[in-house]
């Protein structure tokens, strides 16, 4: 019973180099999110999927591309690192049509840019 | 624009002593409200929701919230503190659409 799976876990990446954080979930889940954490900030919001083949940008969308290769798999893309990308990025999923249901999180991947 | 305001960046409680976790919103519909904890090195998880009903909410590990309509507060509350509630506490409201705001979280501590 995995949940939200995130990979990887850590890196560690230098300024201007690209990569692309993965996540998958095995809960059937139409919705799925992408999330940076920073201290003082609390949750914002990157991009989202309401469902399989839409994305839609969050509060803080810029440097950051996603996909929605499929209903259970939704990837976050830096392209470019920079320092300010230095965060730990959260991934969800929710049932989706259902306001009242809960997101459900991986435990997140740990990005430095230096 | 829906919004939510968690006033503490830090509680301390004594173990033992009831605890509470302060959330005030605003929507301009009727709120769907939720609290998350956040361990370390960890994602968020679950406590209890409030869509409609009860003003009291029972959810995860003995905690409870109170919703109160005209104070617009969402406070998360425990009888009984232990040790292991030390952790990061998310106060969440959605409006209707597909997307959650979260506070910006409150620390507890519970000081044994």
């Known amino acids: 019973n995995a949940g939200v799976t995130q990979t990887p876990k850590f890196q560690v990446l230098k300024t201007g180099q690209s990569m692309t954080l993965q996540c998958a979930q095995d809960?059937?889940?139409?919705?799925m999110y992408w999330y940076r954490q920073d201290p003082g900030m609390g949750l914002r919001l990157i991009y989202y999927?309401?469902?399989?083949?839409?994305?839609d940008k969050g509060e803080v969308p810029n440097g950051y591309n996603v996909s929605r290769l499929n209903k259970r798999e939704f990837s976050l893309r830096l392209e470019s690192a920079a320092p300010s990308q230095t965060s730990v990025y959260f991934c969800?999923?929710?049932?989706?049509?259902?306001?009242?249901?809960?997101?459900?999180f991986g435990d997140g991947t740990r990005l430095s840019i230096l | 624009a829906q919004s939510v305001a968690q006033p503490e960046d830090q509680v301390n409680v004594a173990e033992g002593n009831p605890l509470t976790v302060k959330c005030t919103y605003s929507v301009s519909g009727n709120p769907y409200l939720f609290w998350y904890v956040q361990y370390p090195n960890r994602g968020l998880q679950f406590l209890l929701k409030y869509i409609t009903g009860d003003n009291l909410v029972k959810g995860s590990y003995g905690f409870e919230a109170e919703f109160n309509k005209s104070q617009t507060s969402f406070h998360l509350k425990k009888p009984s503190a232990l040790v292991s509630d030390s952790a990061l506490y998310f106060c969440?409201?959605?409006?209707?659409?597909?997307?959650?705001?979260f506070g910006k979280g409150t620390r507890l501590h519970i000081l044994p």
């Open positions: 969800a999923s929710s049932a989706h049509g259902d306001s009242n249901q809960p997101q459900h």
């Open positions: 809960m059937n889940h139409n919705s």
């Open positions: 969440a409201v959605r409006e209707g659409d597909d997307k959650i705001i």
């Open positions: 999927s309401a469902s399989e083949g839409t994305t």
